[in-house]
């Protein structure tokens, strides 16, 4: 996508190509790009810079002869309908490029400060960051000992109300640390759903137990009750819900028949902060919480995560492997094999003032969410999420699906490719676990994993940074309305 600045008038960068050399060099002057674009009876003829005309000097030219007569190196331009990604390319190349219309007038330029892809999502550092960052640099306290982490903590606990609360080093270790507090065997089961980012699946494996891949619920691409019920076994110790893009599955189905068997909950909110169910924070309602701070979540420190406790127990003993599994009463004495999960001072400092903006983050989310949603609801190839009173749904990423995908399974493909080369980074979702060769066994005959397959195959995400205004909403409302006339 290419932004046209107010800046610059683009008369500034247009010079007749009878015009004398001198006459190009107040234009450059001017314009402090460096170059101007010749025409001939208004259509564009050359493109000078102030290195061609340098040259032409050194060889004898002087001010007052004709600019057309300059020799220049070869130049390109690019219609008003260009392909973004050759556009990308020809930039890295040739520094300024003019954009003309059919009849070769030119209308605008692009160069690398104008050429910008709007992106999937983008941390946001507008409040106390950099103060807070600075404050630790000059204690000398960087990494995990430091008055930021208690206080990220303290301050993650009253947003989620939660009374156990502890960071990480990443979403990822949060992840490994709740299964690790679970002691679980080689032979235990962990119900994980595969649809979603590999991570928990990878945790699962790291700690030795094995995980038994569900399907999700079509509607809210989150891990299915009945998918549940029917793969619980003498083995299963432990469900992992993952609230996809924000959004919760039948929680309160999932925990009554969870606490009935004596099954654990592990869930996953790395993309859920600032969701709720029945205004209560997701990350209470089974046993652990996990979190996740990575560069594109709602809030970021960088890499980090955090985990909420029930139970004191749980807490004691995920501290107590967070840090090498270090007895707390006695230094360098480990009663426990652990890890070094801590988050550093540096990380929490950011993490404590992206949290001081929390609420205007999610409320953002939401926001932009309802205007893509309203600006494209009269489309009949896509839809997306139902409403549920019950759920504020935070919305990490706004996304669609594709409807009668079916018919074409390389719609949603073309979509993708469209848009990415209309200067907008729209995405797939997630693949299906079992499809990959190293999950592959993880897969059950009990059930279908129609729901996945379909995500897998009809989701698209958009951009959804705070950062997103709604001239880029309207463009990207407009590329995809464009995409579905043809």
């Known amino acids: 996508m290419v932004q046209k ?10 010079v007749d190509h009878n015009k004398t050399i001198k006459d190009v060099l107040n234009n450059i002057t001017k314009n402090g790009l460096g170059a101007c674009f010749l025409t001939r009876r208004g259509k564009l003829f ?5 290195g061609d005309i340098r040259r032409s000097l050194l060889k004898g030219f002087v001010l ?26 020809k930039i890295a190349k040739y520094k300024l490029i003019p954009i003309v ?49 208690n206080l990220f903590e303290k301050k993650f606990s009253k947003f989620t109300k939660s009374n156990y609360t502890l960071a990480t080093s990443s979403g990822t270790a949060a992840l490994q640390l709740a299964i690790s507090v679970l002691k679980l065997k080689k032979q235990d089961e962990v119900i994980v759903p595969d649809f979603t980012f590999v991570a928990p699946i990878n945790a699962i494996l790291q700690c030795g137990a094995k995980p038994v891949l569900a399907d999700i619920d079509n509607e809210t ?38 606490q009935k068997k004596g099954i654990k909950i592990i869930e996953d909110c790395a993309e859920a902060f600032g969701t709720t169910y029945k205004k209560k924070h997701v990350g209470k309602f089974g046993d652990i919480g996990t979190f996740s701070f990575f560069g594109n979540k709602t809030i970021t420190t960088g890499e980090g995560g955090m985990l909420i406790f029930k139970k004191k127990e749980h807490f004691h003993l995920a501290t107590k492997l967070r840090n090498h599994g270090m007895s707390p009463l006695k230094k360098y004495w480990h009663d426990e094999v652990g890890y070094n ?26 926001e932009i969410q309802k205007k893509f949603s309203i600006k494209l609801k009269n489309l009949k190839n896509i839809s997306f999420p139902k409403k549920d009173i ?19 399974k390389q719609l949603r493909n073309r979509l993708l490719r469209f848009l990415t080369n ?65």
Not at 67 to 84: A, G, L, N, P, R
Not at 341 to 366: H, S, Y
Not at 390 to 408: A, M, Q
């Open 5 to 14: 600045n107010q800046n610059l008038n683009i008369k500034k960068l247009i």
């Open 101 to 149: 219309d059919d009849f070769q007038n030119v209308i605008n330029y692009a160069n690398e400060k104008r050429f910008k892809q709007i992106p999937q999502s983008e941390p946001v550092f507008k409040g106390k960051e950099l103060e807070y960052l600075t404050d630790t640099i000059r204690s000398g306290w960087i990494s995990s000992v430091g008055k930021y982490v």
């Open 46 to 50: 050359n493109v000078v810079t102030d």
């Open 221 to 258: 691409l989150c891990i299915s009750y009945d998918s549940i019920k029917k793969l619980v076994s003498k083995k299963t110790k432990a469900v992992v819900i993952v609230h996809l893009y924000g959004n919760t599955p039948e929680l309160e189905k999932i925990v009554k028949f969870c």
């Open 64 to 89: 007052k002869d004709k600019i057309k007569f300059v020799k220049t190196k070869k130049f390109v331009s690019v219609k008003e309908s260009h392909d973004f990604i050759d556009l990308q390319r």
């Open 390 to 408: 019950k759920i504020k749904h935070s919305h990490w990423l706004t996304y669609f699906r594709i409807k009668n995908f079916e018919k074409d």
């Open 422 to 486: 209309k200067g907008v980074e729209a995405r797939a979702g997630f693949y299906s676990a079992h499809l990959m060769k190293i999950y592959k066994k993880y897969y059950s005959r009990k059930i279908s994993y129609k729901n996945s397959i379909n995500a897998n195959e009809s989701v698209i995400s958009l951009p959804s940074s705070v950062n997103l205004t709604d001239k880029e909403i309207n463009y990207i409302s407009e590329k995809i309305k464009e995409f579905f006339k043809h």
């Open 341 to 366: 999960f801590r988050m550093t001072n540096m990380q929490a400092a950011v993490g404590l003032a992206q949290l001081e903006k929390a609420n205007f983050f999610v409320n953002k989310k939401i």
